[in-house]
């Protein structure tokens, strides 16, 4: 149980181009999203915090019109990467959390590869 | 404010060897601490966790960690290491009780080696 997905695994761009990232929940409904971005050999950095139906909460230095996030649903949520540049290129994480006993833990993706060229 | 500090970056045991993973945590209220594993270009996968209650806790693939407040750790244990065991291991803190937000420490590299 407490499955979470992503989609793409990985995707290459051109710069100036934007990218989407889907986050699901797969057999649990997902209360709260978080979005995570990982240099190589680094540990997480948070990058928003999401609730189903309302806007997300971006930690301090995120560009909020750079990186736009939608979590309509309780199992999905998205990651739109507006006018991605080379610097963006990461790997991006996202986990979900549920009720009741699910709320104690974060459930992590497999994350997401992009590269933009 | 809540942080934690993984000592050491990188840590090669020999197959069969104890596994001991160092996790040292500060919280201004009763933690919420986990151990999370991740394999090359994959998410993280979490080993255990330690809400409340019992302070040993036993997890995925014979891992376990001992909260210990007095010592503000909870340090991450395997009697015997595998080859498949080799992996980048964070710790994480949770000050809310509900895993709202998580801060990890810098992870520690695990090797294995015959």
């Known amino acids: 149980g407490a499955v979470v997905s992503q989609h793409p695994s990985r995707v290459i761009c051109k710069s100036g181009t934007s990218v989407k990232i889907e986050c699901r929940s797969l057999?649990?409904?997902?209360?709260?999203m978080f979005w995570y971005r990982q240099f190589p050999k680094q540990s997480l950095m948070l990058m928003a915090t999401?609730?189903?139906?309302?806007?997300?909460?971006?930690e301090q230095g995120v560009e909020k019109d750079k990186f736009l996030i939608n979590h309509a649903s309780l199992t999905l949520s998205t990651l739109t990467v507006t006018s991605a540049h080379p610097e963006d290129s990461s790997f991006y994480i996202c986990?979900?959390?549920?009720?009741?006993?699910?709320?104690?833990?974060?459930?992590f993706g497999p994350g997401t590869r992009l590269l933009v060229l | 404010a809540q942080s934690v500090t993984q000592l050491g970056s990188h840590v090669s045991v020999s197959e069969g060897a104890l596994v001991l993973l160092r996790c040292n945590y500060s919280?201004?209220?009763?933690?919420?601490l986990f151990w999370y594993v991740q394999y090359p270009n994959q998410g993280l996968q979490l080993l255990l966790k330690?809400?409340?209650?019992?302070?040993l806790v036993k997890g995925i693939n014979g891992f376990e960690a001992e909260f210990k407040k007095s010592e503000t750790s909870f340090h991450l244990t395997k009697p015997s290491a595998h080859m498949s065991d080799a992996a980048e291991y964070f710790c994480?803190?949770?000050?809310?009780?509900?895993?709202?937000?998580?801060?990890f420490g810098t992870g520690t590299r695990l090797q294995v080696t015959l």
């Open positions: 057999d649990f409904q997902a209360t709260t």
């Open positions: 919280s201004s209220v009763p933690p919420y």
């Open positions: 999401s609730n189903e139906g309302s806007k997300a909460t971006y």
């Open positions: 994480a803190v949770s000050g809310d009780g509900t895993a709202s937000k998580l801060t």
């Open positions: 330690y809400t409340t209650g019992a302070t």
């Open positions: 986990s979900a959390r549920g009720s009741g006993v699910l709320q104690e833990t974060q459930y």
